[in-house]
């Protein structure tokens, strides 16, 4: 910008230098000067064209987009429509996501009841719900992994899309600026060439005025020189103006090269600043082509990564999704198990309890045992002694029948004896008391023995049936009283036999 202004105030001092040349020379300078420089401004525009175009094109673009446009009634009444029906949409798409997910735990809670009710025990119930709570933890620590590993991928992505938006943010500050460089270079180059051509045609005017001015001394000078040829001072007066002219000349002709020196440096300058110019342009515009490129690039990049975090987010949104189902089963399988575990509890209880009952009745059928083994002894011992009365009452018995026929037979020969006394007479009734006194006395001693034997057999008997009366309150079983039985006619023949005594 600063050697375009300088190379401009070169210019115009050339044009200021080219109004005191000479009508014969000056008008050729000037002229190709001008056309020279307006050939390399007409190649500076048209270098400057394209990114004119692009910057006029972008300013109107800007201009347009300044400017408010009035709103429509129908297309605000169709956005409307359209932001409705996409809240609906999205309404009936989250119900339907609620269905699934409840349809999901449905079956989750039906899958774990089948597979809790396919066991009879309470210990293999708990370990299928210890199994199945282990498998949907572990689930659940993948997709929590999984999750993390997503959340850290998408701020990632979204750092980088931030890192690109600003690059893009930048290239697009930079390529506003060389836009607004380019138009003000444009514009530059329009002001150059609008006061070229104006400066052109000041010193037209002015070379022909300077033109018409020497002309119109020439002529002067010619008159007075043939006003003056008829005086005689005329040679001397030609030869001073013939040295005048010359000297004027040599004058104009120095100043011309010195001009024309000038010129050749400040055209020199010129050329070098349009061509730093023109460098400097095709580098700019080299750095907005790189810049556009990467812009393109950060574009497509920042579409693709956009692009991939939506991927990213409908993941991260069915992760989630996922995760909240798994937490859900997690949570009924945990009231399954409470409920589970507090029927374990209550099992526990049940067989504590039952333990103690199962103790106590054990307790007692060893203590039943114990007593049934003494009196499985006990009855072992009474049969014994049983055993034992029997065999003494069998000799009773015994004893009881001889006894009984020795008393018969004593009663019979007592009755033979008592007949020969009685057909004996009176005589012998002493002989025959004394002897009766004397049988008297061996049937008495007889009966006190058989007495004897008979309370002998009665405190055996007594005893007997005491111990029977016992063993049949421990045992279900009669003992016989055979024996008491059998010695009862003993009894009843002592008896007669004391009486008739």
Same mark, same amino acid.
């Given at each position: 910008?600063?050697?375009?202004?300088?190379?401009?105030?070169?210019?115009?001092?050339?044009?200021?230098?080219?109004?005191?040349?000479?009508? %014969?020379?000056?008008?050729? /300078?000037?002229?190709?000067?001008?056309?020279?420089?307006?050939?390399?401004?007409?190649?500076?525009?048209?270098?400057?064209?394209?990114?004119?175009?692009?910057?006029?094109?972008?300013? #109107?673009?800007?201009?347009?987009? %300044?400017?408010?446009?009035?709103?429509?009634? +129908?297309?605000?009444?169709?956005?409307?429509?359209?932001?409705?029906?996409?809240?609906?949409?999205?309404?009936?798409?989250?119900?339907?996501?609620?269905?699934?997910?409840?349809?999901?735990?449905?079956?989750? +809670? &039906?899958?774990?009841?089948?597979?809790?009710?396919?066991?009879?025990?309470?210990?293999?119930?708990?370990?299928?719900?210890? !199994?199945?709570?282990?498998?949907?933890? !572990?689930?659940?620590?993948?997709?929590?992994?999984?999750?993390?590993?997503?959340?850290?991928?998408?701020?990632?992505? @979204?750092?980088? &899309?931030?890192?690109?938006?600003?690059?893009?943010?930048?290239?697009?500050?930079?390529?506003?600026?060389?836009?607004?460089?380019?138009?003000?270079?444009?514009? $530059?180059?329009?002001?150059?060439?609008? $006061?070229?051509?104006?400066?052109?045609?000041?010193?037209?005017?002015?070379?022909?005025?300077?033109?018409?001015?020497?002309?119109?001394?020439?002529?002067?000078?010619?008159?007075?020189?043939?006003?003056?040829?008829?005086?005689?001072?005329?040679?001397?007066?030609?030869?001073?103006?013939? +040295?005048?002219?010359?000297?004027?000349?040599?004058?104009?002709?120095? *100043?011309?090269?010195?001009?024309?020196?000038?010129?050749?440096?400040?055209?020199?300058? =010129?050329?070098?600043?349009? *061509?730093? +110019?023109?460098?400097?342009?095709? *580098?700019?515009?080299? *750095?907005?082509?790189?810049?556009?490129?990467?812009? =393109?690039?950060?574009?497509? !990049?920042?579409?693709?990564?956009? @692009?991939?975090?939506?991927?990213?987010?409908?993941?991260?949104?069915?992760?989630?999704?996922?995760?909240?189902?798994?937490?859900?089963?997690?949570?009924?399988?945990?009231?399954?198990?409470?409920?589970?575990? =507090?029927?374990?509890?209550?099992?526990?209880?049940?067989?504590?309890?039952?333990?103690?009952?199962?103790?106590?009745?054990?307790?007692?059928?060893?203590?039943?045992?114990?007593?049934?083994?003494?009196? #499985?002894?006990?009855?072992?011992? !009474?049969?014994?002694?049983?055993?034992?009365?029997?065999?003494?009452?069998?000799?009773?018995?015994?004893?009881?029948?001889?006894?009984?026929?020795?008393?018969?037979? /004593?009663?019979?020969?007592?009755?033979?004896?008592?007949?020969?006394?009685?057909?004996?007479?009176?005589?012998?009734?002493? %002989?025959?008391?004394?002897?009766?006194?004397?049988?008297?006395?061996?049937?008495?001693?007889?009966?006190?023995?058989?007495?004897?034997?008979?309370?002998?057999?009665?405190?055996?008997?007594?005893?007997?049936?005491?111990?029977?009366?016992?063993?049949?309150?421990?045992?279900?079983?009669?003992?016989?009283?055979? %024996?008491?039985?059998?010695?009862?006619?003993?009894?009843?023949?002592?008896?007669?036999?004391?009486?008739?005594?």
């Amino acid at each position: 910008m600063a050697a375009t202004v300088e190379g401009n105030r070169s210019h115009d001092l050339a044009h200021d230098h080219s109004e005191h040349l000479p009508n %014969g020379h000056g008008e050729h /300078l000037p002229n190709g000067t001008d056309s020279h420089s307006g050939h390399v401004h007409a190649n500076h525009h048209s270098s400057h064209s394209t990114g004119g175009a692009a910057a006029g094109g972008g300013q #109107a673009a800007k201009k347009a987009g %300044g400017k408010k446009k009035p709103v429509d009634p +129908n297309e605000g009444y169709n956005l409307l429509t359209t932001r409705i029906s996409q809240l609906e949409t999205d309404a009936s798409v989250e119900e339907e996501e609620e269905r699934a997910m409840a349809r999901a735990v449905r079956k989750a +809670n &039906k899958e774990l009841a089948d597979l809790v009710n396919n066991r009879e025990d309470h210990l293999a119930k708990v370990e299928a719900i210890q !199994q199945k709570y282990s498998e949907l933890f !572990q689930e659940m620590k993948k997709l929590e992994r999984d999750y993390n590993r997503a959340r850290r991928r998408a701020d990632q992505l @979204q750092k980088e &899309k931030d890192h690109n938006r600003s690059e893009l943010t930048k290239a697009n500050n930079m390529k506003n600026k060389l836009e607004q460089l380019c138009r003000e270079l444009q514009k $530059e180059n329009r002001r150059v060439k609008d $006061e070229s051509k104006i400066k052109e045609q000041s010193e037209k005017d002015k070379r022909e005025e300077l033109s018409t001015r020497f002309e119109n001394t020439i002529w002067e000078i010619k008159n007075r020189m043939e006003e003056d040829s008829d005086t005689t001072n005329s040679k001397a007066i030609h030869m001073e103006v013939d +040295n005048l002219i010359k000297v004027k000349f040599r004058t104009l002709i120095d *100043q011309y090269e010195m001009r024309e020196l000038h010129f050749q440096s400040l055209l020199r300058t =010129k050329e070098l600043e349009v *061509q730093y +110019n023109l460098a400097r342009y095709d *580098q700019k515009r080299k *750095q907005a082509d790189a810049e556009s490129m990467r812009a =393109k690039a950060l574009h497509a !990049q920042v579409s693709t990564f956009s @692009q991939t975090e939506t991927e990213l987010r409908s993941q991260l949104n069915i992760y989630v999704e996922k995760f909240k189902q798994v937490e859900d089963t997690l949570n009924n399988s945990n009231d399954l198990f409470l409920t589970f575990r =507090k029927e374990m509890e209550e099992m526990s209880k049940k067989t504590k309890r039952l333990e103690k009952e199962n103790m106590a009745l054990t307790r007692k059928t060893d203590l039943m045992n114990r007593n049934i083994l003494e009196m #499985a002894e006990e009855r072992t011992r !009474q049969q014994r002694e049983l055993e034992t009365a029997k065999k003494k009452s069998s000799k009773l018995e015994d004893i009881c029948r001889a006894l009984q026929s020795e008393r018969t037979a /004593l009663e019979n020969k007592l009755r033979g004896v008592e007949a020969e006394d009685y057909s004996g007479g009176e005589d012998d009734e002493e %002989g025959s008391e004394e002897g009766e006194e004397g049988e008297g006395d061996e049937g008495s001693e007889y009966m006190e023995d058989s007495e004897e034997e008979d309370d002998e057999e009665t405190e055996d008997e007594g005893l007997f049936e005491d111990e029977a009366e016992t063993n049949g309150n421990h045992v279900n079983g009669t003992v016989p009283k055979a %024996g008491v039985n059998e010695h009862a006619p003993v009894a009843k023949a002592i008896v007669p036999t004391k009486m008739r005594s």
